[in-house]
């Protein structure tokens, strides 16, 4: 009892210690870097944002918004492989069409990684590039059965106004161009921040 008082008291002591280091560390930090109370005022009044939004990933075009960077030696470029690794760099519009508005991009890598079906593992970060969200970002990170009708993907963090975010993101195939394996991904983004 009496040591696991002692313990409490001496991880506070320690989590009080590695608090105030970081505290330190920020505000020798540009104007923009947080202080700890900015942060825990943060943490108690967050707030869930939904963003709705078209990712458009074209990839056998003249000028392709992501490219096969590696696959297995020999396989199909017309066709998809387990093993195909792609760096996309997708723009984000408000609408289905690639000339409506731009809202961001999509930036980052995807891989082929099943063996039998059409399932990506993704790592992205979205930046967003309109208004209040200028320059800040998502990172998504995960499972993306591309066949299946709505796909969840977590978001794992962001950064600006999504600092410290958590969240998900369903994604749905809008349109899909199967000679030139593009397609826009029609994005619900919910965040909490
Ligand atoms: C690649 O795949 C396409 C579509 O399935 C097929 O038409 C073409 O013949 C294949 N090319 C080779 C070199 O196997
Ligand atoms: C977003 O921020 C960049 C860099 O600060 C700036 O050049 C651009 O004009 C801003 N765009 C909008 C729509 O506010
Ligand atoms: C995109 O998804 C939203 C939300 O599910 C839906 O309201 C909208 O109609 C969809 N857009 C298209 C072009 O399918």
Known sequence: ????????????????????????????NSEDTPSLEEIRHRLKSQKLTRLQFYMHDLVLVSDPTSVKVAGVPGSNRTTVNFGD????????????????????RAQGIYSFSSKDSITLMMSVNMVFTGGKYN????????????????????????????????GF??????ILDA??????????????H
């Open 135 to 166: 320059g800040s970002t998502v990172t998504v990170i995960g499972r993306n059965a591309v066949l299946n009708k709505v796909r969840e993907l977590p978001v794992v963090g962001g950064t600006g106004a999504f600092r410290l975010a958590r």
């Open 179 to 192: 000679p030139t394996l593009s397609m826009v991904l029609n994005c619900s983004l919910y965040v909490l």
């Open 1 to 28: 009892m009496a040591s696991s008082l002692a313990r409490t008291i001496l991880f506070t002591a320690f989590l009080f210690s590695t608090l105030a280091i970081h505290e330190a560390v920020a505000d020798g």
């Open 85 to 104: 690794l792609y760096v996309l760099d997708d723009p984000l519009t408000a609408g289905p069409s690639l000339t409506s508005t731009a809202v961001g």
């Open 169 to 174: 993101v369903q994604i749905s195939t809008a």
